[in-house]
């Protein structure tokens, strides 16, 4: 499996930004995917995944501003960002989390950073 992630840039806090991640495989095989980052001098995070079936699931940190979802017709995922908080600066990934063995490496991600 082959990600690229893409959408990120410089916004101010309160702003919006839209993640997405292109799929080299038909999603609809895949159970479940997640967007992760990671902060500065931080560890990768999950921060938001959906299954299959539509089911989305959130870190506390980003509930109720993000919203992950999928266009299996696109092989797409996406991560609308709303009022962006410069907490929210990091890399940002996709990647498969199930099935395990279809995890991609991490590629470069891309790069989202909220300015205050």
């Known amino acids: 499996v082959q990600l690229q992630a893409s959408g990120g840039g410089v916004v101010q806090a309160g702003g919006s930004l839209r993640l997405s991640c292109a799929v080299s495989?038909?999603?609809?095989?895949?159970?479940?995917m997640g967007w992760y980052r990671q902060a500065p001098a931080k560890q990768r995070e999950l921060v938001a995944w959906?299954?299959?079936?539509?089911?989305?699931n959130y870190a506390d940190s980003v509930k109720g501003r993000f919203t992950i979802s999928r266009d299996n017709a696109r092989n797409s995922v996406y991560l609308q960002m709303n009022s962006l908080k410069p907490e929210d600066t990091g890399v940002y990934y996709c990647n498969v989390i199930l099935p395990i063995d279809w995890r991609a490496s991490w590629g470069q991600g891309t790069q989202v950073t909220v300015s205050s």
């Open positions: 495989v038909s999603i609809f095989k895949i159970t479940s």
């Open positions: 959906i299954t299959s079936g539509g089911s989305t």
